[in-house]
């Protein structure tokens, strides 16, 4: 019974390629996130969503298309890919981003590891 | 704007002795504090949390944390280093910007020596 989970855990493609990464929280948290990881670990929010409403798109090109069709899931659809975006990519979830700054806690998924050939 | 700073990208420490990750922050006004852990191959996961009520945070696996307004520090500590703890941690801080959004320090890597 994982807390929040993500698929695939790999994802290799050329560039050019149009994929998804599906993400699924059985927390009953109102929000969810998605961050992507560089190579140096550098940690970057990318969208979040508050029961299925998107609150924060940190100017990520719009090749990048989130989607939440409830507010347990948050997929991650990405299109014509560059070799920049290799990376990982975290969903987290969070009980609400309006409830508290300590109540903003972050749980994290396994991640998906990007490779964009 | 509110941030944090992690000092030393690397820390290596034999096993058994005193791990230090340092984290400053920048903020006026009250700062929400957090340290995470991320294990190889692992997404992230909670320390420890600030929340005021007592400077000195204590967390899982033997972590502590104390905050100290008068250096606007918030550095993360252990007696001593298990093989175990080789990791990625990362200090962070809770803003609000339309909604609260964690802004998460540029993380420091853990080695522990035999």
């Known amino acids: 019974d994982t807390a929040v989970s993500q698929t695939p855990k790999y994802l290799v493609t050329q560039m050019g390629n149009d994929k998804s990464i599906k993400c699924e929280q059985n927390?009953?948290?109102?929000?969810m996130y998605w961050y992507k990881q560089d190579s140096k670990k550098f940690l970057k929010i990318m969208f979040s969503?508050?029961?299925?409403?998107?609150?924060i798109n940190e100017t990520v090109p719009n090749r990048f298309s989130p989607k939440s069709p409830d507010k347990a899931h948050l997929n991650l659809h990405i299109n014509s890919l560059e070799l920049g975006d290799s990376a990982v990519y975290f969903c987290?979830?969070?009980?609400?981003?309006?409830?508290?700054?300590?109540?903003?806690?972050?749980?994290f998924g396994p991640g998906t590891r990007l490779t964009v050939l | 704007a509110q941030s944090v700073t992690q000092l030393g990208s690397h820390v290596s420490v034999s096993e058994g002795a005193l791990v230090l990750l340092r984290c400053n922050y920048s903020?006026?006004?009250?700062?929400?504090l957090f340290w995470y852990v991320q294990y190889p191959n692992q997404g992230l996961q909670l320390l420890l949390k600030y929340t005021s009520a007592a400077t000195l945070v204590k967390g899982i696996n033997g972590f502590e944390a104390e905050f100290k307004k008068s250096e606007t520090s918030f550095h993360l500590t252990k007696p001593s280093a298990h093989m175990s703890d080789a990791a990625e941690y990362f200090c962070a801080v809770s803003v609000y910007r339309g909604g609260f959004k964690t802004i998460f320090g540029a993380g420091t890597r853990l080695f522990v020596k035999a």
């Open positions: 903020s006026s006004v009250p700062p929400y």
């Open positions: 987290a979830s969070s009980q609400g981003l309006y409830r508290g700054p300590v109540d903003n806690e972050q749980f």
């Open positions: 927390l009953g948290h109102d929000t």
């Open positions: 969503y508050n029961n299925k409403e998107l609150i």
